[in-house]
């Protein structure tokens, strides 16, 4: 089952310009965590950010949560062509099992 | 250490035929977790260790799918009588316990094609 729903579903933009994505969820969580796929390849861990934080910052990305909305957003500022990935949001069940994963956003840096 | 290995990459199969796909986590890491991806979708959860305890199994994860973990070390899936719905990417990651900085790391994955 996937638990987080990412909007959009595809985002494209130019070279130095934000993007930002959305991941909502249904159940309560310990963490949510961002993760980036490039195409065919695993995933690469992005940020996590835990349950009783609201804002989280690692370089380019800015991440946010709202555990009163189910809701967490990923900032990603002046983005690049290598930017170009599917993002994924996944939440940790507060029993602290396996992550559960949303169907994702595509992003498409151009230059 | 040079992160987690899956092998294979790519493995067709017929339908009907029995595979195995091997993990080889990052040595530190006491969970290792099986995840199957289809096309334009997020990972979906199989099953979970715990060293070699497996803590979880989804329901999606039917008779047919095996997964051991022998000695806390590598872990093996195994399909029985494969299936066209089995075609998929697996994927293996492992963490050093829960609500961790890092995260899961995550493996290559294995490509499955069933016809």
């Known amino acids: 089952s996937q638990q987080g729903e990412e909007d959009p579903q595809a985002l494209s933009i130019q070279e130095g310009e934000n993007a930002t994505m959305n991941c909502s969820y249904k159940t309560s969580i310990n963490n949510l965590q961002w993760y980036r796929q490039n195409s065919g390849r695993g995933l690469v861990h992005l940020i996590l950010?835990?349950?009783?934080?609201r804002e989280k910052h690692s370089g380019r990305l800015r991440v946010t949560l709202d555990t009163s909305k189910k809701s967490s957003s990923l900032l990603i500022t002046a983005s690049r062509a290598a930017d170009t990935a599917s993002y994924f949001c996944?939440?940790?069940?507060?029993?602290?099992?396996?992550?559960?994963f949303g169907k994702g956003t595509t992003l498409s840096v151009s230059s | 250490d040079t992160g987690v290995s899956q092998d294979p990459r790519h493995k067709i199969t017929k339908r009907g035929q029995n595979v195995t796909f091997r993990c080889d986590p990052i040595s530190e890491h006491n969970r290792l977790y099986w995840y199957r991806q289809t096309l334009g979708q997020g990972p979906e959860f199989l099953t979970y260790f715990q060293n070699e305890a497996q803590l979880e199994k989804s329901r999606l994860l039917s008779d047919r799918f095996s997964a051991e973990r022998p000695k806390g070390s590598f872990s093996t899936l195994e399909i029985q009588r494969t299936e066209q719905g089995d075609s998929a990417m697996y994927l293996c990651?492992?963490?050093?316990?829960?609500?961790?900085?890092?995260?899961?790391?995550f493996g290559s994955g294995t490509r499955l094609t069933v016809v």
């Open positions: 996944a939440t940790e069940p507060p029993a602290g099992t396996a992550l559960i």
């Open positions: 950010i835990r349950s009783n934080e």
């Open positions: 990651a492992s963490s050093f316990g829960v609500a961790n900085f890092y995260g899961y790391t």
